[in-house]
């Protein structure tokens, strides 16, 4: 029945190459409309380019864009980000910001990039756990559909949710809520779902103390965020098992039920900490990010 409404979406809506891709190549046995990312199947070679290519995700009775990203050549199953941007902000500029297409280009794997609906004089916004019903889209339920689409269609395995500031909140309220994410990295953001249940998952959470952007994205907060993964109240409950120091980034690491890794950076901003927002950081969250969750998610 799902892959029935896939095909059925994909045959008004059709897979289409963004920017500088190739055309759709034509599949033996493939009817009008249908599409694969290999003869093979979904767990064959990549026949794609490296990205994006857009595709309509059903969900509801409507669907939505989402950019993939893949390794021409490589085959499944393909270990997978899902990549949110923050409040008006957009697929295509959060991929810019963080590079994380780059990656996947080199090392093989999946990237998945949604776009936010356009909240009433707001912009486009993720429904983060704050917004009135209504309002916005049940983006919990949305992302799973996404996870669900990927899966049977581009043989998604592992995956990391990972998110800037409302996409952030919005990383931190799907694992919260969903089993679909293995792991989850954030920068930027706090947490505002009403309940939260991690279920023994990783998250790697990075702030600047220099964010004034708003109190809710404040390095207390957004430590409070992982100490309440980590032990379900807003202060830890003992000294961390680990620290890192480099340069003006602290990683903290409390293992246990719910392991969590805090990055606080000292006097850095709103924006993703890399290279490609800052040529003299001399760190890269991403590629942090990236080994984080391929050591410990497997």
């Known amino acids: 029945m799902w892959m029935a409404l896939i095909l059925h979406a994909l045959a008004n809506d059709p897979v289409a190459y963004g920017p500088g891709g190739a055309s759709i190549p034509s599949l033996p046995g493939a009817g009008a409309g249908e599409f694969s990312f290999s003869s093979d199947g979904p767990c064959g070679a990549w026949q794609a380019s ?26 499944g199953p393909r270990r997978t980000v899902v990549l949110l941007h923050g409040a008006g902000g957009n697929a295509q500029k959060v991929v810019g910001q963080t590079g994380f297409d780059e990656v996947i280009a080199r090392d093989g794997g999946l990237l998945v990039v949604p776009q936010a609906i356009d909240v009433p004089q707001i912009g486009p916004l993720w429904d ?25 269609n581009a043989c ?20 919260c809520q969903s089993e679909a994410p293995d792991a989850v990295m954030t920068h930027a953001g706090s947490l505002k779902a009403p309940e939260c249940r991690p279920r023994g998952r990783w998250m790697l959470a990075y702030v600047g103390t220099a964010d004034a952007y ?41 293992t246990g ?7 606080v950076l ?16 001399p760190f890269d969250a991403t590629a942090h990010a990236w080994t984080f969750f391929n050591e410990r998610v497997r």
């Open 214 to 254: 708003k109190r809710a994205q404040s390095p207390e907060t957004i430590g409070d965020m992982a100490h309440v993964w980590n032990a379900g109240q807003t202060t830890p409950v003992r000294e961390p098992d680990e620290v890192e120091r480099e340069g003006k980034r602290t990683c903290s690491t409390w």
């Open 156 to 175: 998604a395995s592992k995956t990391l949710a990972v998110g800037f500031s409302n996409g952030a909140q919005m990383a931190a309220r799907w694992a």
């Open 257 to 263: 039920g719910n392991p969590v890794t805090l990055c």
């Open 50 to 75: 490296s990205g994006p290519v857009t595709v309509q995700v059903p969900f509801g009775d409507t669907s939505y864009p989402v950019d993939l990203y893949g390794k021409p050549g490589q085959s």
């Open 128 to 152: 983060n756990g704050t917004l009135k019903d209504g309002e916005g889209r049940d983006d919990t339920a949305f992302l799973d559909a996404v996870s669900a689409w990927v899966d049977a």
């Open 266 to 281: 000292q006097g850095w901003g709103h924006k993703w900490p890399s290279p490609i927002t800052n040529s003299k950081m």
